[in-house]
């Protein structure tokens, strides 16, 4: 059983040591809605390993705070371990703290000025359709209804808004195939990409202004492929290009940027994922950036603050933990940005 | 049972119906080494699935000629079908019109001029070191010394001088990884192979005159790769050149040229086999010339004439037999090139 009555660092240090690697996270869905279900300002639905935990107070907004439940694969760093001001551990960092932090806010805080949706998921960290949270957004849409959300990623506490889009493509270089002994009979298509590298090199990427945060945009090789055999003039060459774009782009105009600069050649879409706006001009969201004493920033890697994005809903970042700690096998988090977290969130609320 | 004293065409059909892909060239090799076997002016050795027929008359000179006895795989080419003035069937042109025309001198030329050395070889289209021309010179060089040697590999009845070198190396393009939403913090290594691209695309490869034939180089990308993974700025690609030389270059001075034009890269070798001077200055292979009435061209595949030349046997390449009809589906042979070889070489022996 998990005791939510006890402070954050000992909460996050149980939650490290039920281990939920993606597809694992029954043990620890279990606990936590043990836990949550005893608490009595509480409703708890369970939606396979998802729990999510509702107020009901009729209160003017309702906000989602939201986390996951798994993690990478472990990397021989359980049980967790607190060294001086640091705790470490799988899953420290992305994103136990936050969750840690969350469900003290969900066991504690019996009357928010707001109304509060809390929901814990499974399965961020691998394929998107297994996403528990995008599972809920599809089956059931209105649980995840609300004026504002935020997801506890680590940001060290910082305010990160919205998220870039991101999507890829094949660029396609033809040529004709000939023996490489009489490489001028054929049309090398290797050296062809020389021209689309070139492109890709002094490509400019926009700095976008939205709700005063700047998107950094990118776009990028991201693999190569060439090559028929060490004989013979290659006829094709494949360059697989990942643009991250900001969020004032739809999915659909981000491609269709893509083709304008790649004009030239054949360009396929292999996949794509909408950026999601800041939303930091709603009322609750700059009543957030208040409360936690953060200077927003842009978030640049793609998060499920999209999916709430699709969803209408305006999101922000804000967790415990640096991200680049994030898959690292000696990821960790500072004990007092838990406390701070949870204090800054609990004015908030 | 083959039989030497039908016409070249005959002889030709019957060789290409006794289906001798490599590695499977024992019967054809039982039929060779027994037809030989019964011609009393020769004297036949076996090694392996490679047959070595010998004429013994004390000669000034001794030749030469040697054809391999395998193909590439069957594709649906079985049995050999005249059509018209071509015959068509698998090896028909690569190279079972060369031996059969072999065969022939080797059964009804009693007296030659020069004494000859007919070498039938397995295992040409297949990994080199398998070669039963290169295991020949490996174990037993003295069984090919001699003075000129003619490899019968298809050459519409040119004659194709020496051959070029080859030489495979890696271009290795360093950058710095990072997570491709924040592209600024790493060193793309695809993009900078541009620069390896653009410097290919721009090479101008030497033309070099021997003998009065021109060997026309080539530096050539035949294979890229690089990419981590979809979201990651990629910290390497590696891009595969194949370098064909001219004969008045040594392997070493062949991997010396690209290690300079690429001076600012990592060039690591990976494969090399040296190329072949055509020789046609000596007395042997000037009245060779003469006697087939070919006017001398470069040779730019790689063939098993390389193998003479580091015996320091000159060799050239002539054949009935279009080259680039080799390994194709439908390769055939002109019934009037089987005959003009078969009666031009008789000339000359």
Redesign the interface.
């Known amino acids: 059983m998990l005791d939510l009555t006890t402070d954050v660092v000992s909460l996050t240090t149980a939650l490290v040591d039920i281990e939920s690697v993606s597809r694992n996270e029954k043990q620890l869905a279990d606990v936590v809605f043990a836990a949550l279900q005893d608490v009595s300002h509480l409703t708890v639905t369970r939606y396979g390993n998802t729990v999510v935990a509702r107020t009901h107070l009729g209160r003017a907004e309702r906000v989602v705070v939201a986390g996951h439940l798994d993690t990478v694969p472990y990397a021989d760093n359980l049980p967790a371990k607190l060294e001086g001001t640091r705790l470490y551990g799988l899953g420290a960092c992305d994103m136990k703290g936050g969750v840690a932090v969350a469900l003290r806010l969900a066991a504690s805080v019996a009357e928010p000025v707001r109304d509060v949706t809390y929901v814990f998921y499974d399965c961020e960290e691998i394929e998107a359709e297994r996403n528990g949270l995008g599972q809920l957004a599809r089956k059931s849409p209105e649980v995840l209804a609300g004026d504002f959300a935020v997801l506890m990623e680590p940001t060290s506490a910082q305010v990160e808004g919205g998220c870039?889009g991101?999507l890829?493509v094949d660029v396609l270089v033809s040529g004709k195939r000939s023996?490489?002994?009489?490489?001028?009979m054929g049309v090398?298509a290797?050296?062809g990409?020389?021209a689309?590298?070139?492109r890709?090199?002094e490509y400019e990427?926009r700095q976008v202004p939205i709700d005063g945060l700047v998107y950094?945009e990118?776009l990028?090789?991201?693999?190569?492929?060439?090559?028929?055999?060490?004989?013979?003039?290659?006829d094709e060459?494949r360059?697989?290009l990942?643009y991250?774009f900001a969020p004032d782009l739809s999915e659909e105009q981000a491609f269709a940027h893509v083709r304008e600069v790649f004009h030239d050649y054949e360009v396929a879409l292999?996949d794509s994922a909408p950026a999601a706006m800041p939303g930091l001009s709603h009322p609750a969201a700059a009543a957030f950036v208040e409360a936690v004493e953060a200077e927003p920033r842009p978030k640049?890697?793609?998060t499920d603050v999209a999916r709430f994005t699709e969803l209408r809903v305006p999101a922000v970042n804000y967790g415990p933990g640096d991200p680049m700690l994030a898959h690292t096998k000696d990821e960790f988090v500072e004990v007092e940005e838990l406390r701070q977290c949870e204090a800054r969130m609990r004015r908030w609320l």
């Open positions: 870039q991101t890829r023996h490489s002994a009489r490489s001028w090398n290797i050296h990409a020389g689309v590298l070139a890709l090199a990427p950094r990118g990028n090789a991201v693999g190569i492929s060439g090559g028929v055999a060490g004989n013979v003039i290659p060459c360059v697989t990942n991250r292999l640049f890697g793609w």
